[in-house]
Every structure is written in C-alpha cells, then in structure tokens.
C-alpha cells in the first residue's frame, strides 16, 4: 500500500496548476523570467490574482495528501511519501518532466507533517535571510540568484532545526531529502552566483 500511495502522492505533486491557469489566462509562463512553470511565474505573468490561487494549489497538493494519508503511515514509510509530491512537482511528467522549483509544495507538505510548525519555522527563515541580504546589500533589488540562494540554505537550517527539536528522525530524513531536492532544483542559481564570485576573483587579480 506503501507504494501505491507513494505513487498518488507523485501524481498529485506533478499537477501543474500554476502552468495549466497560465494558459487559461492566455500567457505560457514557461516564457516569462526563467522559464519555471510555478506560482512566482504566474504571479509575474499573469498579475497577483492568478498567482495566490496558484501558490494556493501548489500549497494544497503537497498538503491534502499528506493530511489524508500521514495517519496511516508509521515510521520511515513517511519519508517517500513526503518527498513524492515535491519531487512529482520537480519532475511533472505532465510537463514531459520539467516542472517547477516545488517551494510551495514544500510549505503544504512540512504544513501537514508537523501542524504547521516547521512551515512557520521556514517561513520566518526565509524572512530572516531576506532582511540579512539587504543589510548586506543596501538598495539593491532581489534576483532570481540570490532567492534561491535563500530557499536552499533556508531549508539547511530546518533541517538543523529538525535535530535540535528533537523530531524522529523519518521527519530529519525527509527534511533532508527536501534540501537535497530544493539543491537541486535551484543548481542554476548557484552556478550563476559561482561565475559572479569567481569574475570578482579575477577582476581583483588584475587589478593586483
């Protein structure tokens, strides 16, 4: 059953709403910024409206399944189906496997699995590192880089929060498994940051 559930789990991360209400609202979002089929793109795309009901959904597909499902699992069992929705929205074979980042899905499925603590706990993360980065950087607007700089270290610190909290560890597993996947998803921005730091490097070389 363990796997069949994974399996629905997937398929309800994989459905593209954000994508599928851009193109009700006349505009494929795969062709707006940096081309991720989610709610950020929507909301660009589209104006506010289209995106909180896409975030909303987004939220909802990692959430409601977990809800309807986390009671009748026991012990690591919940890992794979925690990771499934996220991973299932990364990899929408709705989408011929190019989906979206999943920070959405991510909120609706830590939502679900600890009554919103560690949801709320990412969330002021977020918000923290957001205020960090314009105390550092003064009047200078976010990018797409520097975002998912924060997504990604964000969920390191949950996953250090996990431990501390004393949380089972299937729930550190499946903090971690999040980090991995929300790495992996944002590896553009990294890289883009590396070639930024590392023109830095050179440009001061030179000038030495």
């Not at 506010?48 to 009671?71: E, M």
Request: aromatic share 12%.
């Amino acid at each position: 059953m363990i796997i069949l559930w994974t399996v629905c789990a997937f398929v309800s991360g994989s459905l593209m709403f954000s994508y599928w209400l851009g193109l009700i609202a006349r505009t494929n979002i795969k062709n707006v910024g940096d081309g991720n089929p989610g709610a950020s793109n929507l909301w660009r795309a589209a104006g506010y409206k289209w995106g909180i009901v896409g975030i909303l959904l987004d939220f909802l597909k990692g959430y409601l399944i977990l809800i309807g499902l986390s009671s009748s699992v026991n012990g690591y069992e919940i890992v794979p189906l925690a990771i499934a929705p996220i991973i299932g929205h990364v990899y929408s074979p709705f989408l011929k496997g190019k989906g979206g980042k999943a920070i959405a899905v991510t909120f609706g499925v830590w939502s679900a699995l600890t009554q919103f603590e560690v949801a709320l706990v990412y969330a002021l993360i977020l918000a923290l590192l957001l205020g960090l980065t314009k105390v550092i950087i003064p009047n200078k607007p976010t990018s797409t880089d520097a975002d998912g700089l924060q997504v990604v270290v964000g969920m390191l610190f949950v996953v250090i929060y996990l431990c501390i909290r004393d949380f089972p560890n299937e729930i550190r597993w499946v903090g971690f498994g999040n980090f991995v996947v929300l790495g992996y998803t944002h590896r553009n921005e990294f890289n883009q940051i590396l070639r930024k730091i590392l023109r830095k490097v050179n440009r001061s070389d030179k000038q030495g």
